[in-house]
């Protein structure tokens, strides 16, 4: 692995404007990081990368390279890019290993997040490097939320969030209450009358959104972001159909090839799939199939009937006549992406969200009731974990000003 790592480092040109930083969300110093690593100084570009990215052993296995800082390598336009991911993951592991730093001294101000996605863990390890007491409120048993629940183990092991868990937050003196669900018997205002000075909401989006077509809500019909949750708990069958070509179908189609499944086919309204090509082709590879400008007009206990559909260049769609067809499946698994929960909107004064759902906040995280913060998914919908991460860092920064702004007022009372 060492040698593999140190020639993909030593193939960068070390560009003095480097478009790989430019295409990473959270702006990586990658040649900065490439140069210390051929120095031989992994313990300092370790130090770099988790003080920049507090999730960057995640986003090296994550992140949609191709899109991103690899995707931008000036190397990229006649050959191979530098594989940064596979620099990025080497040296992110092998440092994490020596991170057992405890917590910075306490300021005495306690800060609550909700929700232990990206953006609830990002948040708490910035607010705990500047010494607030954090506690970490979470509906689930363990740390991670869709990196857990929502990203297969072959493509984020779950050791990899333990290992965040023990380290970031064990380590850091960061609390953690699993199975608690803020706007159920613990509301917003409890927090706050418990002291909390500053509240954050990453809860993401886990309201899987519906086709609203007849036979939804037949038995062997299931939505993409439950039946990652736990896959062991479905009994599919031999014959699958996933409606939807996204990267969350991907993992769906390939977690169901690996439970067993023998026959799976991908439905997209689109001529192509909407997922990268990196996801896409690993589905192909496994044995996924694939059928393009087909929608869904009805479930049946058989299967799905499809209508074809032909799109036009301006991205409209209209009904080919007469084309209806059923397609035979045991089981139909629904992935068009998910909504948000409003548990926490109907059950708080003053905190509001839009039309879709999502929370209302500006570009630093404020949302409509003072001392609420919020970023990640519930607030933009369904994005990438680098980009909650990346706006995460900045609404830790508002909250750090907001909690220190209020210090300052009451110390003048």
């Known amino acids: 692995m060492a040698l593999h790592v140190m020639d993909e480092a030593n ?48 986003c090296s296995l994550v992140c949609n390279h191709e899109n991103q800082c690899e995707g931008h390598c000036v190397l990229g336009k006649k050959g191979a890019p530098v594989h940064f991911s596979t620099i990025e993951n080497y040296i992110s592991t092998t440092y994490a290993n020596k991170m057992t730093k405890g917590p910075a001294a306490s300021n005495g101000i306690k800060a609550a997040i909700i929700g232990s996605g990206p953006a609830g863990i990002t948040i708490a390890i910035i607010l705990a490097r500047y010494g607030y007491d954090v506690t970490i409120f979470e509906g689930k048993d363990k740390i991670g939320g869709v990196l857990r629940y929502g990203i297969p183990q072959f493509r984020l092991p779950k050791s990899v969030l333990d290992d965040i868990k023990y380290r970031h937050l064990d380590l850091k003196g960061i609390k953690f209450r699993p199975n608690t669900h803020i706007g159920g018997a613990i509301g917003i205002d409890d927090l706050f009358r418990d002291g909390y000075k500053a509240i954050f909401v990453g809860t993401g989006v886990w309201k899987p959104n519906a086709l609203h077509i007849k036979g939804e809500t037949l038995g062997h019909v299931h939505f993409g972001i439950n039946y990652l949750n736990n896959p062991d708990s479905y009994r599919l069958g031999q014959q699958v159909i996933v409606i939807g070509a996204g ?34 082709s690993y589905a192909q590879l496994e044995g996924v199939k694939f059928e393009y400008n087909k929608a869904p007009v009805e479930i049946t206990d058989e299967g799905v009937i499809f209508k074809d559909i032909l799109e036009h260049e301006d991205g409209t769609f209209s009904d080919i006549p007469d084309s209806q067809k059923l397609y035979l499946a045991d089981s139909i698994i629904i ?7 409003n548990r926490i909107v109907n059950t708080t004064e003053g905190l509001q969200a839009n039309e879709r759902g999502l929370l209302m906040a500006d570009e630093t995280g404020h949302t409509t009731r003072p001392g609420i913060f919020a970023s990640g998914d519930v607030v933009n919908g369904a994005r990438t974990v680098v980009e909650a991460v990346a706006h995460s860092k900045v609404v830790a920064e508002s909250m750090h000003q907001y909690m220190q702004s209020l210090a300052k007022e009451e110390s003048e009372k």
């Open 247 to 280: 990267n969350a179908a991907m993992d769906v189609a390939r977690t169901a090839i690996r439970q067993g499944v023998q026959d799976l086919t991908c439905f997209s309204i689109t001529k192509k799939a909407a997922a990268s090509h990196h996801e896409f």
């Open 335 to 341: 992935s068009i992406s998910q909504g948000p929960q």
């Open 11 to 58: 193939r960068c040109l070390g560009c003095k404007v480097p478009q790989c930083q430019k295409g990473c969300p959270i702006s990586t110093p990658i040649p900065d990081i490439i140069r210390l690593l051929k120095d031989n100084k992994l313990d300092e570009a370790g130090k770099i990368l988790f003080e920049n990215n507090p999730l960057t052993t995640v």
